[in-house]
């Protein structure tokens, strides 16, 4: 664990947001979205393994040699809370190492806008974060927990896999649960989080047909759900969650997002205009009555013709995003219009 304590640190110091460990390679650091290769020995497939057996506990080791795939954290006092994503490749585990920190940055520092505080003060319904992976989808959630947790007595139930922000109590009651540290499986977890009592219930990741069911359900019965999903944006969230279901099924759960649904932000990490860092474009969706009866309706191609014309309800299209962070001098013009849904828009507006 020396040997990992270290790579940990130096991956920290050089700014990295991921490490990578891989047969065959030397250390790997994820900074500002490249892999840059480390000064060094290659790492072998023995010393890989020898980590994977070091670092779990007999049920992750068990869950591990079962299904091949295991994603859990652990903390170093040296760099903080760490993910841990380990995979097999050719018979042997690998590593991918997220690093999550010890502070919530604030609202401005992300680069959320300011209706997502009034979402998340809701008393109830479902708000949803989306987008790919890296997309920085945990630490907006982990910032609505936190800005709850900060402004509200209640009770928040948070299930995860893994646990990536530890929140200590503010106002609230945090209870964070970890598949396989305090819950044998997320759908169990599912089962159990509504006879919890909670005000909040927080799903790490709406991976399922149990976990998409047990959302729209507490979502209507009184509590705010706040969950992330991957997929590229607003329209697709929905069409994914409606998706997960078959046959008369789906009527019912179109009818349960229309009269739940708080909010949609699909978000993704773009470079800044200097590559020093990354910055958050978003697309932002809010529930008003126009856009209940859509989703009711099963019009969902209109969504987009909403949100284009909902600015006073504090909506957004990620290529208006864009354009403003082009206009702010934040991201430059080629990013603009290479991470656009529609670059001529952009283009004409710039003439």
């Not at 936190?146 to 948070?158: A, F, G, P, Q, Y």
């Not at 992330?228 to 607003?234: A, K």
């Not at 590559?275 to 969902?300: D, M």
């Amino acid at each position: 664990m020396q040997r990992l304590d270290a790579l940990l640190q130096m991956a920290v110091e050089r700014g990295a947001s991921d490490l990578h460990l891989v047969a065959g390679a030397p250390p790997a650091f994820r900074i500002n979205g490249e892999i840059i290769l480390a000064d060094g020995d290659v790492l072998t497939s023995t010393e890989l393994e020898d980590l994977a057996g070091s670092m779990l506990n007999a049920e992750q080791a068990a869950a591990f040699r079962r299904e091949w795939e295991l994603c859990t954290s652990l903390h170093c006092p040296e760099v903080g809370r760490v993910r841990v994503a380990l995979y097999r490749r050719d018979g042997h585990a690998e590593f991918s190492f997220r690093f999550c920190g010890e502070e919530i940055p604030s609202r401005e520092d992300l680069g959320l806008p300011s209706k997502l505080d009034e979402l998340a003060r809701r008393p109830n319904g479902l708000l949803l974060i989306a987008g790919p992976t890296g997309s920085g989808k945990t630490t907006t959630l982990n910032y609505i927990v936190d800005l709850i947790n900060s402004e509200r007595r209640c009770k928040i139930v948070t299930i995860e896999d893994p646990i990536e922000f530890v929140h200590r109590n503010k106002r609230a009651i945090v209870v964070q649960q970890e598949v396989l540290s305090d819950t044998h499986s997320f759908r169990r977890a599912l089962i159990h989080v509504l006879r919890q009592d909670p005000d909040v219930i927080v799903i790490g990741e709406m991976r399922d047909h149990a976990a998409v069911a047990t959302a729209l359900t507490a979502a209507e019965t009184g509590h705010l759900v706040v969950g992330t999903l991957h997929s590229p944006s607003v329209v697709h969230a929905i069409e994914r969650i409606i998706g997960v279901f078959e046959g008369a099924a789906q009527r019912q759960v179109i009818l349960q997002m229309a009269n739940s649904l708080q909010g949609i932000i699909a978000q993704e990490l773009v470079p800044s205009v200097d590559r020093s860092r990354r910055t958050l474009a978003y697309e932002l969706l809010v529930a008003n009555s126009a856009v209940r009866n859509v989703i009711r309706e099963n019009q969902l191609h209109m969504i987009e013709t909403i949100i284009q014309t909902g600015g006073k309800d504090g909506m957004t299209l990620l290529d208006t995003c864009l354009y403003d962070l082009y206009c702010r001098c934040l991201i430059s013009y080629d990013v603009a219009l290479t991470r656009a849904r529609h670059p001529d828009r952009i283009a004409q507006r710039t003439g």
